[in-house]
């Protein structure tokens, strides 16, 4: 059947938005980042891959960056999965206080991250937060800290903020995984009297790898955007212990009006999503499972 | 079995005690809260933090453009995403494809990769500390992923009631907004849900943008507050609570939709 061609016009008002706004800057990132413009000036000079070689030798906060990267994303990942995981179990029927409980579970998900920012940094506070008191009270006092400050711990606080930002959401995600596992499987496993970790082991748990990789996937993906809750938070410091590549790419162009370098880092952490995504997804492919 | 009840409510009280210390310190004086912080307050609640923020902040102007960056990005990009979607659905030929490729790339970049040429693009055209420069950007970074999620569902609607529509005469403006639109309603309001919390709780842009207060959205000046109020937390909560008003009271009603279209957002994202 023929389609008249004012099909095109369809497309236009999206694709004029999103070249503008999105397309070219993704490429012109990728050339200034040959760069070293100031973001100020009109004129710059092209300095081949100098911006390169510095971020991989000769800058040591952002070889710092992608390790506090790793650490923010390792945490949260593994945390954020096995609380998800491990309560969709228990609230997967849907009865009354199950549905009450999921949607508390998810409300996080819906705050802001300055908002949620603000929460935790009371919680934290050294002073007067609310983990340094529960932990007095429970004559844990030897525990008690400055969550936020003390440089060796901060990414991982951080880290515990994000998993009790978003977990709830994974935890969904889970739930919708398990439901759509049929009945009658368990059943099977029951008559052949399986135990109740046999039938997670062999029903469950092969079933449930296609949720798996989508929360681990998108875990991973969120942990290395987390900037608004960073950036809230601590902003990167103290002394640098919290920068991630996000916010240090904010820091050197608007702080250090680095553009250029800036730009490199840019398409360097573009790389990187790129390559996890292509992992992730090659592995989703993997395993489906079919039944 | 005890477990099980007892950890889901640790849980549960691990979301709801920060809530519940948000509101009482809302209505607690900075003395009240420095001397005992989880605690009631001894003075009796009272309103006038909201009062004061109300007083000190050009609360009501922030508010307002919150609501209007958000409703004319969340709308805007439904349509234009439900253009391109139709769009995509109807070719069905290789140029199709191709668009469809071209737009769901950008799912795969993260808005903070583009932040240094975005920023200086919007100086050139004149488009920072301006609604319309927020709403353009906000357009243009959430259309991958509406696009996505919106031409996944309009594939699934059988191609009989375009072709019976084509055959009444209807031209594509006509297809498009008599059958595409009101069967798409479902996916349609999912993906708006995901889009207006998105874009209501937006920092990056507004941070990178906007440096005057007339301009200024919610989140960016709840992120000011900090540098103005330090640790005085009854007036940052104050600031928390009206935020997140909105948004809060839609999940109450919305709850089932809420939780349906983030995780459609998430899952496909």
């Known amino acids: ?291 | 079995m005890l477990f099980r009840k007892f950890s889901l409510l640790i849980y549960a009280l691990l979301i709801l005690i920060p809530l519940v210390v948000v509101l009482l310190t809302s209505v607690k004086t900075l003395q009240e809260t420095f001397r005992d912080p989880l605690g009631l307050p001894d003075g009796g609640f009272n309103f006038d933090n909201y009062v004061a923020i109300f007083q000190e902040q050009t609360m009501a102007g922030y508010f307002l453009n919150s609501t209007i960056v958000t409703l004319f990005s969340v709308s805007l990009t439904l349509l234009l995403a439900a253009m391109v979607a139709f769009g995509i659905t109807r070719m069905n030929t290789w140029v199709g494809n191709v668009l469809f490729g071209l737009f769901t790339l950008g799912m795969m970049v993260p808005a903070q990769v583009i932040m240094v040429p975005l920023y200086s693009l919007m100086l050139d055209l004149g488009l920072t500390n301006s609604l319309v420069g927020l709403i353009l950007v906000n357009i243009s970074t959430t259309l991958p992923i509406a696009v996505f999620i919106l031409t996944g569902f309009m594939k699934t609607l059988p191609k009989e009631l375009f072709e019976a529509s084509t055959i009444d005469g209807a031209g594509n403006w006509k297809m498009f907004t008599k059958v595409a639109i009101p069967l798409s309603m479902p996916s349609l309001s999912a993906t708006a849900i995901f889009l207006f919390v998105m874009h209501w709780n937006d920092l990056l842009y507004p941070l990178l943008f906007i440096t005057d207060n007339a301009y200024k959205t919610l989140p960016l000046a709840l992120l000011e507050f900090q540098g103005q109020y330090s640790t005085n937390y009854p007036m940052l909560f104050t600031g928390v609570i009206i935020a997140s008003a909105p948004m809060v009271i839609a999940y109450v009603f919305l709850q089932r939709y809420f939780v349906a279209g983030i995780t459609a957002g998430a899952v496909k994202g």
């Open chain 1, 1 to 291: 059947m023929r389609i008249s061609k004012s099909i095109y016009l369809f497309f236009l008002p999206g694709l004029v938005l999103y070249s503008l706004f999105f397309l070219y800057p993704t490429i012109s990132a990728l050339f200034y980042s040959f760069t070293d413009w100031d973001g100020l000036s009109t004129t710059f000079q092209f300095v081949g891959i100098d911006n390169y070689t510095r971020a991989f030798t000769g800058d040591s906060i952002f070889q710092k960056t992608i390790g506090n990267n790793l650490k923010f994303m390792l945490t949260v990942v593994v945390f954020q999965t096995l609380v998800a995981l491990a309560f969709a179990l228990i609230v997967i029927k849907n009865t009354k206080t199950n549905v009450f409980l999921r949607a508390l579970y998810f409300f996080p998900t819906i705050l802001s991250s300055v908002s949620v920012a603000f929460i935790w940094a009371f919680i934290y506070d050294p002073s007067m937060g609310i983990l340094n008191q529960v932990l007095e009270l429970i004559g844990l006092d030897f525990l008690a800290q400055n969550w936020l400050g003390n440089a060796n711990i901060a990414i991982y606080s951080l880290a515990i903020t994000q998993v009790w930002f978003h977990a709830g959401q994974m935890l969904i995600i889970f739930v919708a995984g398990l439901q759509a596992i049929p009945e009658e499987l368990y059943e099977v496993a029951k008559i052949e009297g399986a135990s109740k970790w046999q039938a997670f082991r062999s029903v469950t748990w092969p079933l449930l790898a296609p949720s798996a990789t989508i929360v681990v996937a998108y875990t991973t993906i969120q942990s290395f955007k987390a900037f608004d809750l960073v950036f809230a938070m601590t902003g990167g410091g103290p002394n640098n212990s919290t920068e991630i590549i996000a916010t240090y790419i904010y820091e050197v162009a608007f702080k250090s009006y680095q553009f250029g370098y800036a730009s490199s880092i840019s398409v360097i952490f573009m790389v990187i999503i790129a390559l996890i995504t292509y992992l992730q997804f090659k592995a989703l492919r993997s395993d489906r499972v079919s039944y």
